[in-house]
């Protein structure tokens, strides 16, 4: 209920952002030509010459205000940590607005007036933010577009709820049109289809206990007929890590429970970003690649591509590629090697490896061995973020808690990798890597590919 009209207000908010972002370019403009003669002696083109840019401006503040999952929470503290998040988004987005005007090679945009853009655009997004949220406000109290709620107590829940309950999040959700209109206890049903019966009601909430919901159904049906909806919060499974969705199969109504991202417009997204991003990947690296397999054949005898075997989400085995790094024969000793130098029994990472070729240490110092990796992610094996790809024999030594590490696709890069890298234990890696998991955004998979640039240039980490 109040995370699906979060979403729909956000879709406004986004709107109304992109239309004062609009403005702000109108604004640097006018102030260009009316400040600018008086320094460098000329104005700009008629505005007609730049009135395109409006098209790439609003897709990318949008796509940005989106990705950075803006306006979800409208509390009076979120305001403040938005204001942060509106800097990160201008600055991103004015630079996206460069690339464009770099990829069409326009000449004729003054970066005086990109330079006012920017600051007009990040101080109009501020303030849409503020008026959208009293104008938010102003409309629901006026009655627009409100949905009025009774809430049903079960016995005793102090010792469930804490401080914090059902009553206190609708009571602060007055601005997405939220309004608890009656409190009645559960043993009172009369008095429930009785009020629902005279006066307006949109919802009622069950807010009982696991072992209560069969002393309900009875009112649930009569609700049903009257055509109210009913919703009962899902606390009775006590999950540590889980988000909840609802679905139908069938005629059967049905709760899931999950832990690994199960958006699947924002999945499509990221699924659209490796496609792209692994496809320009290929076609950059196309000739050093060429060149890296050349050396490969001279340095050591042996393939010029190592192909194992991993294991993908939820336990699925693909074909993993990277350059030879190591001699023939290497994976031979691996066994006996993590008997005598791993730690944890599961993995092995040696500082002067005696497997690795002269021109491996250069390409893992580098991690140009990872360059055939962007065909795994092409064919859909892996991804350009997420936990790095296990072996088998790793995946068989896992606890249960370290094998939810493998419940979303594997990645080229991930969070551990900006933070540390081989100096990381085992531990570390997969506390970071569900970590990821249960963080998970667009805008967490920008930042860490990011991050991996300079990771990879200054090699922090690598072995």
Request: proline letters at 3%; charged letters at 25%; one cysteine or more.
């Amino acid at each position: 209920m109040l995370s699906q009209r979060s979403k729909i207000l956000a879709q406004y908010f986004y709107i109304f952002s992109v239309i004062f972002v609009c403005g702000a370019f109108f604004l640097a403009f006018i102030t260009y030509n009316l400040i600018t003669p008086f320094v460098i002696g000329y104005k700009l083109y008629s505005v007609s010459y730049y009135l395109w840019l409006l098209l790439p401006i609003t897709a990318i503040f949008y796509f940005m205000l989106f990705l950075f999952r803006m306006y979800l929470n409208l509390s009076a503290e979120s305001f403040k940590s938005d204001i942060i998040k509106l800097f990160e988004i201008t600055v991103i987005s004015v630079f996206l607005i460069y690339a464009v005007l770099f990829m069409f090679k326009v000449t004729y945009v003054s970066r005086l007036f990109i330079g006012y853009f920017s600051v007009y655009s990040f101080l109009s997004l501020i303030i849409a933010d503020y008026t959208g949220r009293k104008l938010a406000v102003k409309l629901k109290r006026r009655g627009y577009s409100v949905r009025n709620i009774v809430l049903v107590k079960g016995d005793d829940l102090s010792s469930q709820r804490g401080a914090g309950g059902i009553k206190d999040l609708l009571v602060s959700s007055e601005y997405l049109g939220i309004k608890l209109v009656k409190e009645i206890n559960k043993k009172d049903q009369n008095g429930l289809i009785d009020y629902v019966a005279n006066n307006p009601v949109d919802e009622v909430i069950f807010d009982i206990k696991g072992d209560e919901i069969a002393d309900i159904k009875e009112v649930t049906l009569l609700l049903e007929e009257k055509g109210i909806t009913v919703k009962i919060p899902t606390n009775f499974i006590p999950f540590k890590y889980s988000k909840v969705s609802f679905e139908k199969v069938g005629d059967f109504p049905v709760i899931s429970f999950y832990t690994s991202p199960e958006d699947d417009i924002r999945l499509f997204a990221k699924r659209l970003i490796d496609i792209a991003g692994s496809l320009s990947a290929v076609i950059i690296f196309l000739l050093p690649a060429l060149i890296i397999g050349i050396l490969i054949k001279i340095d050591s005898k042996g393939s010029v591509l190592y192909k194992s075997k991993r294991i993908g989400k939820n336990g699925r085995i693909f074909t993993f590629y990277k350059f030879r790094t190591m001699y023939s024969g290497s994976d031979e000793l691996r066994e006996e090697l993590i008997k005598d130098f791993s730690k944890d029994g599961i993995e092995i990472k040696l500082k002067n490896d005696p497997r690795i070729t002269k021109i491996g240490k250069i390409l893992r110092k580098t991690s140009l061995d990872e360059i055939p990796q962007f065909y795994n992610v092409l064919r859909g094996d892996m991804s350009l973020v997420g936990p790095r790809p296990p072996m088998p024999d790793e995946v068989k030594k896992y606890s249960i808690k370290q094998r939810r590490r493998i419940s979303m696709k594997p990645g080229i890069t991930c969070l551990w990798q900006i933070s540390g890298r081989s100096m990381l234990s085992f531990e570390d890696r997969v506390e970071l890597d569900l970590k990821y998991i249960d963080n998970w955004s667009l805008k967490l998979d920008f930042i860490i590919l990011l991050k991996t640039i300079p990771a990879v240039l200054f090699a922090k980490g690598a072995l």
